[in-house]
């Protein structure tokens, strides 16, 4: 296993990664994106920490429910960088059991690649949504053939590719990208039916980034972004060699989609455990900052509360069936029930908005301008700010000040920009989620139940429902 100064280390390996204008010759020493560094370092420590025979956890592929249960837990509190190599892994031994039958000779590279990574303890970050152009065009009809990734030559020794993939979470602060398509393609869009894992240091490969992390020089009244702002990728592939031991898919088109819905389950598992704790974070907010504005036990407060209760424990209920019903691969590995995680993922994405405008009703406008902490410690101000900043005598105005400070970080500046974006796409949008979820829901189950019900089970119309 990587200590985290070796992984600080493996960064300096000439990877081409912008940022604001100007490329990143020093990640772990830059201003803004050091601190994302640092922090995908301390995971590596702590991961460290629960190792199992000299083995990363993330080398645990589950086999049953409660090995998920635990991996999911795990995977959870190892940090975004962690999660999103986890899912990468587990989106190819998931996607490899489904090709098997149909593509057999890419199990052996992605069980190899699976293999090394485990070994070299490295993160992959994952690419798939495409520039894609027009949107109302497939990728064949495009005004620029780039619009999708796409291979522009091939060899007996591999592929070249072109393209870009936006929104990568972490992609300049990993090792290898997991390239994969970015929805179905139909016979002659061989060319973008290409799955590779391409190094983040590859000739060719640019990363623009951008982040939701504070700029001011002072973060303290940014508790919760400045210590895990994560930078998202804007990844360009400028005519990319890759070998053919790298490659998952070249041409398949029929297999084009099932990276894509395989890394789609991971994520959204992985979404819908961030979203379960996210729940249970704005609940506590609400329910301290309505008790230091003196306002806990009014009746409006306490019934939004209740709904924000109500709305985390649904998401709670939702990642527990999604685990306790799991399923066995044909590969042996365990992975979530695909009905509740899209429920649980889309009911949690679409309530979102719902449950911080609730906080927002309950905290005040106090959460837009409360004064900084270096205003509480400035002589002339430190003490008027306590003073009206408090409620009562049992209430410290910086207390509250903070608690004010920790709720617009979360919810209403940079990073609440960003989680209000991300819940919705993440693992795709919510469109994405009902087409699986009515894909795996028992409608016709449900229209039996109604029909025996209304007693027309046994009529002509009922025995064709």
Not at 405 to 427: F, S
């Amino acid at each position: 296993m990587l200590t985290g100064e070796q992984y600080k280390t493996s960064l300096d390996d000439g990877r081409a990664t912008f940022f604001e204008g100007e490329r990143v010759k020093d990640l772990p020493g830059h201003p803004v994106l050091g601190p994302a560094v640092d922090h995908v370092a301390e995971r590596y420590e702590w991961l460290g920490s629960q190792a199992v025979d000299g083995r990363s956890p993330l080398s645990t592929v589950p086999q049953s429910a409660e090995q998920l249960r635990s991996m999911v837990e795990v995977v959870h509190h190892a940090g975004l960088m962690a999660h999103v190599t986890y899912t990468s892994i587990m989106t190819l031994a998931t996607a490899a059991g489904r090709i098997a039958g149909a593509a057999p000779q890419y199990i052996e590279g992605i069980n190899a690649f699976i293999e090394d990574a485990q070994k070299r303890d490295i993160r992959i970050t994952q690419c798939i949504t495409d520039a894609k152009g027009d949107r109302s065009r497939p990728p064949l009809k495009q005004d620029d053939p780039d619009a999708y990734v796409h291979v522009v030559d091939r060899s007996k020794d591999g592929v070249v590719v072109r393209g870009a993939k936006l929104h990568i979470s972490g992609a300049s602060l990993g090792h290898e990208l997991m390239t994969i398509p970015t929805k179905a393609m139909k016979a002659g869009e061989e060319d973008y039916a290409i799955a590779a894992m391409i190094p983040v240091n590859a000739p060719g490969v640019k990363i623009i980034n951008t982040s939701y992390a504070p700029r001011h020089a002072d973060t303290r009244d940014f508790p919760i972004s400045s210590t895990s702002a994560c930078p998202e990728g804007f990844v360009i592939f400028e005519d990319v060699f890759v070998p053919n031991e790298r490659i998952f898919l070249n041409g398949e088109v029929a297999q084009a989609a099932v990276f894509a819905h395989s890394l789609g389950l991971w994520e959204r598992l992985g979404g819908l455990s961030a979203m379960a704790d996210g729940a249970d974070l704005l609940v506590g907010f609400a329910q301290l900052i309505a008790e230091s504005n003196g306002l806990g036990g009014e009746g409006h407060i306490k019934e939004k509360i209740s709904e924000m209760i109500i709305h985390a424990t649904v998401i709670r209920a939702c990642l527990e069936a999604a685990v306790t019903h799991s399923e066995i691969g044909p590969m042996g590995a365990a992975f979530p029930n695909e009905l509740y995680t899209n429920a649980g993922k889309y009911t949690g994405a679409a309530n979102y908005s719902l449950m911080v405008r609730h906080l927002h009703d309950i905290a005040g406008g106090s959460v837009l301008t409360a004064p900084s902490v270096a205003d509480l410690e400035n002589p002339e101000t430190g003490d008027l700010v306590r003073k009206y900043m408090g409620t009562r005598n049992d209430v410290d105005g910086e207390y509250r000040t903070r608690l004010f400070h920790a709720i617009r970080d979360l919810t209403a500046d940079a990073m609440g920009g960003w989680y209000a974006v991300t819940n919705i796409q993440a693992g795709g949008g919510l469109y994405a989620q009902r087409i699986v979820t009515r894909r795996h829901y028992d409608l016709d189950g449900a229209k039996r139940q109604a029909l025996a019900v209304a007693g027309l089970l046994d009529s002509p119309a009922g025995a064709k429902g």
